[in-house]
């Protein structure tokens, strides 16, 4: 006996044009977007572009939290994919409107995660009793070759002005013979641009480096933080890098070895694992983000965490100072190298007392893990946009995807 399949017929034609609503289910997370955007976030539309901002921001939220992050796959999908067309309602926008989108609007996309924050506070997510604060070194569209350092850096300048002139006096020569002395000799615009370039990054690390200087001096006068133990200088140290394809990215050490990258920041509310806080840095270690990551809570959400924990790179005694004249309690461990004295010591007993039942222990559950949902799960490897200010929006978009998430099952 034969068996018996179901009809498939790939060419069937329709008698009424189907609706783009008939192949998403009723429970999808796309309904919920579509919704959020037109009805709950305030997303400006200045200077009114080719495609809808409101079908642009539904669509850059939609593909971040489904893990599609490049203008391109975006183009994509809303070809490919019934749930991006329905999300884009088939305007299948090419990849370059959809980059530049996001390149121009970075100011109000990147203030899209304070509106979501407060939209999970509303939703009762965030009750601010705990909050784990975490960072993580996020590789940078760039690469580690493209690096070159400040003494490197001196030494290719008066390379080049020494083949440059040589070359021009060579070409000087052979068209004066040809041409006569008419000529200006200035026919190598290669060696001219390489010039300058190698000039305007020896630049900018100089500026960068005075720019630090100066505020590590104010601190110390203003702050009453120690002085500096490095040596006075005037430039920068022979070994600081610069790096040619994003300027704004460093060379950061990780759990997988150095990397390009940049020093990115969350906080999360214990709860429900929502990210209250997020930032990008280009510091190499965490120390001095706690404090700023702190304040962001307090922006995002109109108050202070009751607690916070954190890993010992944050721990220091200008920080738990700071910590405590905000009503915050701390529970952030020492380092070796740090003397247990003063307040030091008294966050030291505050976590031996609490032995295995200490809210440190909070941290392990609350933050990590959503670094690696981000990572792992959403399959985000590293930054597509360059630029300190780029990768801040972008962040921010990541960190909003994760939130939406949390949202859209407590809405179900």
């Not at 590789?139 to 070159?148: D, E, G, I, V, Y």
């Not at 003494?151 to 068209?175: G, I, M, N, P, Y």
């Not at 954190?310 to 529970?331: F, I, M, P, Q």
């Amino acid at each position: 006996m034969s068996k018996t399949f179901r009809a498939w017929n790939p060419h069937q034609d329709y008698l009424f044009p189907p609706s783009l609503s008939d192949f998403v289910p009723e429970d999808h997370v796309c309904h919920f977007i579509l919704t959020l955007v037109n009805e709950e976030l305030d997303v400006e539309e200045r200077g009114y572009p080719p495609h809808s901002p409101k079908m642009m921001t539904a669509l850059l939220l939609y593909g971040y939290m489904k893990g599609v992050y490049s203008s391109r796959k975006l183009a994509q999908a809303c070809r490919e994919r019934t749930d991006f067309m329905y999300v884009s309602g088939m305007c299948r926008p090419d990849h370059r409107p959809v980059a530049s989108f996001r390149k121009r609007h970075m100011v109000a996309l990147e203030g899209i995660f304070k509106q979501v924050v407060q939209l999970c506070a509303e939703a009762g997510l965030v009750e601010m009793k705990h909050v784990a604060i975490d960072g993580t070194k996020i590789k940078a569209n760039a690469s580690s070759s493209k690096n070159m350092s400040y003494s490197d850096l001196k030494k290719t300048e008066e390379r080049l002005v020494s083949e440059w002139f040589e070359l021009a006096e060579a070409a000087d020569r052979e068209e004066d013979a040809k041409y006569g002395e008419d000529k200006r000799g200035d026919e190598f615009p290669r060696a001219a641009e390489a010039l300058e370039r190698v000039r305007k990054a020896k630049k900018a690390l100089e500026e960068r480096d005075k720019k630090s200087r100066e505020k590590r001096k104010k601190a110390e006068k203003e702050e009453g933080k120690p002085k500096s133990k490095t040596k006075e200088r005037t430039e920068p140290p022979e070994n600081k890098q610069y790096n040619f394809t994003d300027p704004d990215s460093g060379l950061m050490r990780s759990r997988q070895g150095f990397i390009q990258g940049y020093n990115s920041q969350i906080a999360v509310d214990s709860e429900s694992q929502i990210i209250v806080a997020c930032s990008v840095s280009q510091a190499k270690n965490d120390l001095e983000e706690l404090i700023p990551v702190v304040e962001e809570i307090k922006d995002n959400v109109s108050r202070f965490p009751e607690e916070v924990s954190a890993d010992s790179g944050y721990c220091s005694t200008e920080n738990l100072t700071k910590l405590k004249e905000k009503g915050v309690r701390g529970y952030i461990p020492k380092t070796d190298k740090i003397a247990d004295v003063g307040i030091i010591r008294e966050m030291s007993q505050r976590l031996k007392k609490g032995g295995r039942r200490s809210r440190y222990r909070i941290r392990k559950y609350t933050v990590e893990p959503v670094f690696g949902i981000i990572k792992s799960a959403r399959s985000y490897s590293g930054f597509l946009m360059r630029g300190i200010a780029s990768v801040k929006t972008e962040w921010a978009l990541v960190c909003s995807a994760h939130n939406l998430w949390k949202l859209a099952k407590a809405r179900s």
